[in-house]
Nanobody, 115 residues
Framework: QVQLVESGGGLVQPGGSLRLSCAAS????????MGWYRQAPGKQRELVAS???????NYADSVKGRFTISRDNAKNTVYLQMNSLKPEDTAVYYC?????????WGQGTQVTVSS
C-alpha cells in the first residue's frame, strides 16, 4: 500500500520559514519523481517544485529563489524548504510521487502565512 505522509505545515508570519516533509512508503522511492503542489481556496492546484530521481529540480516562477526542494533516498523522504514566505503562499500543500503511469498523492498539509 502506497502512502505519502506530509508534515511540517502551520501558521507563520510573513518573511518566516517552514520546512515541509513527505515520507513515502510502498514505492521504490529512488525511481519516482517527487513534487510539491499547492491549492489555495478557490484556485486550481499548481506545481510548486519537483525533483527527479536524478535530483534535477524545477520550480514555479513564484517561488524561485525562496523555496528549495530536496530528497533523501535513504529516508524515502522529500523536503520543501520555504523561506521568505508571503501571504500568497497560503495554501494546502500536497506531496506527489510519479513514475511512468503511476501517480500518488498525499493528504496535504496546511500552510498559512499571516501576521
Amino acid at each position: 500500500q502506497v502512502q505519502l505522509v506530509e508534515s511540517g505545515g502551520g501558521l507563520v508570519q510573513p518573511g518566516g520559514s517552514l520546512r515541509l516533509s513527505c515520507a513515502a512508503s510502498g514505492i521504490i522511492f529512488r525511481l519516482y519523481a517527487m513534487g510539491w503542489y499547492r491549492q489555495a481556496p478557490g484556485k486550481q492546484r499548481e506545481l510548486v517544485a519537483s525533483i527527479t530521481g536524478g535530483a534535477s529540480t524545477n520550480y514555479a516562477d513564484s517561488v524561485k529563489g525562496r523555496f528549495t526542494i530536496s530528497r533523501d533516498n535513504a529516508k524515502n523522504t522529500v523536503y520543501l524548504q520555504m523561506n521568505s514566505l508571503k501571504p500568497e503562499d497560503t495554501a494546502v500543500y500536497y506531496c506527489n510521487a510519479r513514475y511512468v503511469r503511476l501517480d500518488y498523492w498525499g493528504q496535504g498539509t496546511q500552510v498559512t502565512v499571516s501576521s
